[in-house]
């Protein structure tokens, strides 16, 4: 199983950026996706998850309104796009796929990517 981040930069604030995650070795409309993300000397935070099939969207109070995921099954690919980006939300992103309840706590996932690292400037 190989989940692929990709997207990442450096964007002023007030910017938008997608961040792409791509699957491969697993069935991929089978999970649900989420996205994480760790700013340094921080724990690693929820952002979002979606459902395996795109019916239910969580995203965290922080990201409400500027963030929202997408996927397409087809191409196994999962989105975050991220708009009206602020200086807080330079963090490592990272995408990981999970089957179990619970969107929002990183262990019910048993697959991660990489990171990407977005930077928002002042």
């Known amino acids: 199983v190989q989940l692929q981040a990709s997207g990442g930069g450096l964007v002023q604030a007030g910017g938008s950026l997608r961040l792409s995650c791509a699957a491969s070795g697993l069935t991929f409309s089978s999970y649900i996706m989420g996205w994480f993300r760790q700013a340094p000397g921080k724990e690693r935070e929820f952002v979002g998850a979606?459902?395996?099939?795109?019916?239910?969207?969580w995203l965290a109070d922080s990201v409400k309104g500027r963030f929202t995921i997408s996927r397409d099954n087809a191409k196994n690919l999962a989105y975050l796009q991220m708009n009206s980006l602020k200086p807080e939300d330079t963090a490592v992103y990272y995408c990981?796929?999970?089957?179990?309840?619970?969107?929002?706590?990183?262990?019910?996932?048993?697959?991660w990517g990489q990171g990407t690292q977005v930077t928002v400037s002042s």
């Open positions: 990981a796929a999970g089957i179990k309840a619970g969107v929002t706590d990183p262990r019910n996932y048993g697959y």
């Open positions: 979606i459902s395996q099939n795109n019916h239910y969207i």
